[in-house]
């Protein structure tokens, strides 16, 4: 592969990426309302265990998504820094784009499944919102 083959590439992973994402925002959507539906209409324990397996696999889903992305971003940056190595001039913003991400050969294959840790904050944040929205009684009174 050349510089330009492996960039487009990186889009086109990115722009599926996108999709992914949109799929994830939707489910969050779907979860926080089942949620609430399931806290105003006084679900038995049948309703929380499937709204909490719902909200879980709707976290999974975002980990996946997560994880897909920082792959992409960290296999580019190993596929150009590879490709830096054997010899070929790359631009500017290629170059940019390896200092960047900090990755390279050197640092062999990026891991398959394991997104950034602001992503990981953030699913279990969503996580725990799950949960606690709907096993934990949290009115003020």
Same mark, same amino acid.
């Given at each position: ?6 960039? %487009?590439?990186? !889009?086109? /992973? ?26 105003? !209409? %006084? *679900? %038995?324990?049948?309703? =929380? ?17 997560? /994880?897909?992305?920082? %792959?992409? !971003?960290?296999? !580019?940056?190993?596929?150009? *820094?590879?490709?830096?190595? *054997?010899?070929?001039?790359? *631009?500017?913003?290629?170059? /940019? ?6 990755? /390279? ?31 934990? =009684?949290?009115?003020?009174?």
């Amino acid at each position: 592969m050349n510089e330009l083959d492996i960039l %487009n590439h990186f !889009q086109l /992973s990115f722009v599926a990426n996108a999709v992914y994402m949109l799929t994830f925002t939707g489910l969050v959507f779907i979860t926080f309302r089942l949620v609430r539906f399931q806290r105003e !209409q %006084n *679900s %038995n324990i049948l309703g =929380k265990i499937l709204v909490s397996v719902f909200g879980l696999c709707t976290t999974f889903y975002g980990y996946s998504v997560f /994880s897909y992305l920082r %792959n992409a !971003q960290l296999a !580019q940056s190993y596929r150009l *820094s590879e490709l830096k190595e *054997s010899g070929v001039e790359l *631009s500017t913003v290629t170059n /940019s784009f390896i200092e960047f991400t900090g990755y /390279s050969v050197a640092d062999g294959w990026p891991p398959a499944f394991m997104p950034e840790t602001a992503a990981n904050i953030f699913l279990i944040t969503f996580a725990l919102m799950i949960i606690a929205g709907t096993w934990m =009684k949290l009115s003020k009174d």
